[in-house]
């Protein structure tokens, strides 16, 4: 079983079916002391959900799965290992194409990532800020988390806006995308010069 050292609020996670999720929190249930994982999902709806944290951390069991390489049930995301977000979706709509549809969940996924490309509303702009979330998400300073905002055009979405504020335990105020991502930089501006100061 891996360690539970790796489960940091905003750690980005990739499931052993090629899913993307985020951490938000380790939970303690208050009558039986069990762990639980709270996780959200980067795609579809971005639902919530919770796990306990052994279940989290067991391997995948290969025997059910035996075509699976993943060691762990959920590892740690590393941009390098795919290039960008949509990369590990069109895989998966590669494998749909292929009569692997094997969960409701990785249907309904694909259904939309199919509706998407139809659209043809997944361009390059659109990937890039695909990446810089990842990569926004993913940075070990409020200077790189800052420099990955700048990073992104004008196709955020509030799922991602949402996303980073939830990686900064940060309430938004305003309403729109615009306003939001202006809210976000200037937290983010207010850390990084308060960690200028601290380093004099």
């Known amino acids: 079983m891996q360690s539970k050292e790796i489960l940091i609020p905003g750690k980005l996670m990739k499931h052993f079916k090629g899913m993307?999720?985020?951490?938000?929190?380790?939970?303690i249930h208050s009558e039986t002391r069990e762990e639980y994982v709270v996780y959200q999902a980067l795609y579809g709806n971005y639902k919530t959900y919770?796990?306990?944290?052994?279940?989290?951390?067991?391997?995948v069991d290969h025997e059910k799965y035996p075509e699976v390489k993943q060691k762990y049930r959920f590892e740690v995301y590393?941009?390098?290992?795919?290039k960008t977000v949509v990369e590990v979706y069109e895989k998966k709509v590669e494998q749909a194409s292929n009569g692997n549809?094997?969960?409701?969940?990785?249907d309904t996924m694909l259904e939309e990532i199919h509706q998407?490309?139809?659209?043809?509303?997944?361009?390059n702009e659109q990937t890039d800020n695909y990446q810089a979330l990842?990569?926004?998400?993913?940075?070990?300073?409020?200077?790189?988390?800052?420099?990955q905002l700048d990073l992104m055009k004008k196709k955020v979405d509030s799922h991602m806006v949402n996303s980073m504020a939830m990686s900064m335990d940060l309430v938004l105020a305003t309403e729109t995308v615009e306003e939001q991502l202006e809210?976000?930089?200037n937290c983010l501006l207010t850390h990084v010069r308060f960690e200028d100061r601290r380093l004099r």
């Open 183 to 185: 809210e976000i930089r």
């Open 116 to 123: 998407l490309h139809s659209n043809k509303t997944i361009d």
């Open 78 to 82: 590393k941009p390098e290992d795919n």
């Open 50 to 59: 919770i796990r306990p944290l052994d279940m989290f951390l067991s391997e």
């Open 20 to 27: 993307l999720y985020q951490i938000v929190s380790v939970a």
């Open 101 to 106: 549809k094997d969960t409701t969940e990785l």
């Open 134 to 147: 990842l990569n926004f998400l993913d940075a070990r300073n409020y200077q790189d988390k800052l420099e």
